[in-house]
């Protein structure tokens, strides 16, 4: 029995289409016109995603740009309105000067006659109070009743105060009290008018005896009034704590710093070497008491210590208004000896 085998070629018509090989057979009418259809829509879909993509990119950029136009604008009212300000500023300082010169004009008065004016010394003010220093200051440590006669001292001094000078610092440790006694003894024999200075003086370092020492209460007040009794003074314009005290409470400190003020003994308090940890709590005690907080801090300040004055203290003295009087050196010999000196 012999068998046939057709070619699958033979008789296959135009729209019939072989199987491939694992297929399932041959594909449908109108398939073919399926699969072109759904590749149209997948085209469509595609160009719709990418208009879309481009309006949101676009929407994007705009909210962008408006965003930037509005941020330059805000900055162009800020300049215009602190422009405007210092203008303001600068307008009422006129007017004030104007009217403090027709005051003294009519007082027989020039500001030409000012000590200021007359040496052209800067005066700032000390802290947030409203007492005004010179921008440098003649302190009396080491020289003043140790390294240096008195005519000396007395020719410092009377240098210092012909220059505009008025912020004299000493302190009862100072050559154990003749720094004082030093001082004291120039301003009287000058006879300079008391309300023409800025006295100021430190208290921690008094004497030999356990109490003579320290931020007590009791040294603080009989401290100060052995330096007044030095001084020939009825009062300081500021009385510094020369240094923290570990064994007396800050609070302590702090209202007895408010008693002698409170009693006229001195007017303003500051401190001096206290770090800013130190000077804060002494600032929130005075607060939360309702006492008199320090306003100035004394620190030293010179080419081989920056530190503190450059970096810890600097936030501190925004924060609460607390000004530093440097402790610094002249650097100008006077017989062999170098002279202290503050910058405010």
């Known amino acids: 029995m012999s068998s046939i085998v057709q070619n699958p070629y033979i008789g296959r018509t135009p729209n019939t289409r072989m199987p491939r090989p694992g297929g399932s057979g041959a594909l449908p009418p109108g398939s073919r016109s399926s699969s072109v259809s ?3 829509g997948m085209s469509a879909g595609k160009l719709l995603s ?3 993509m481009s309006e949101s990119v676009h929407s994007g950029l705009s909210f962008f740009l408006s965003e930037q136009t509005l941020e330059q604008e805000e900055r162009q009212q800020r300049s215009h309105h602190l422009a405007e300000f210092q203008r303001l500023k600068e307008v009422r300082a006129a007017a004030q000067l104007k009217n403090l010169e027709d005051f003294l004009k009519m007082n027989h008065v020039s500001l030409r006659d000012s000590t200021s004016y007359s040496t052209g010394m800067i005066y700032r003010n000390l802290g947030k109070s409203g007492l005004r220093v010179s921008c440098l200051g003649l302190g009396t440590w080491v020289t003043f009743g140790g390294q240096i006669t008195n005519e000396v001292a ?5 240098l210092a105060y012909e220059n505009g000078i008025n912020l004299f610092d000493t302190a009862e440790v100072y050559s154990a009290g003749k720094a004082e006694v030093v001082l004291g003894s120039v301003i009287k024999k000058k006879g300079w008018s008391r309300s023409s200075l800025v006295i100021t003086t430190k208290i921690f370092w008094g004497g030999k005896a356990e109490t003579e020492r320290g931020l007590s209460r009791k040294h603080i007040i009989e401290g100060l009034r052995a330096s007044l009794q030095r001084l020939q003074l009825d009062y300081v314009d500021v009385v510094f704590a020369n240094r923290p005290d570990p064994n007396t409470p800050i609070e302590e400190t702090v209202r007895a710093m408010t008693h002698v003020i409170n009693h006229g003994m001195a007017l303003y308090w500051g401190t001096s070497r ?5 000077i804060m709590e002494a600032y929130s005690v005075a607060r939360q008491f309702n006492q008199i907080p320090p306003v100035c801090e004394q620190a030293e300040y010179h080419m081989f210590q920056r530190e503190k004055v450059e970096v810890q203290l600097p936030e501190l003295f925004h924060k609460i208004g607390t000004q530093l009087p440097s402790n610094t050196l002249t650097g100008q010999p006077c017989n062999g000896v170098t002279s202290g000196v503050f910058c405010c």
């Open 50 to 52: 990418l208009a879309s």
């Open 38 to 40: 759904s590749g149209g």
């Open 274 to 278: 206290w770090n800013s940890m130190e």
């Open 154 to 158: 007395e020719e410092l001094t009377t």
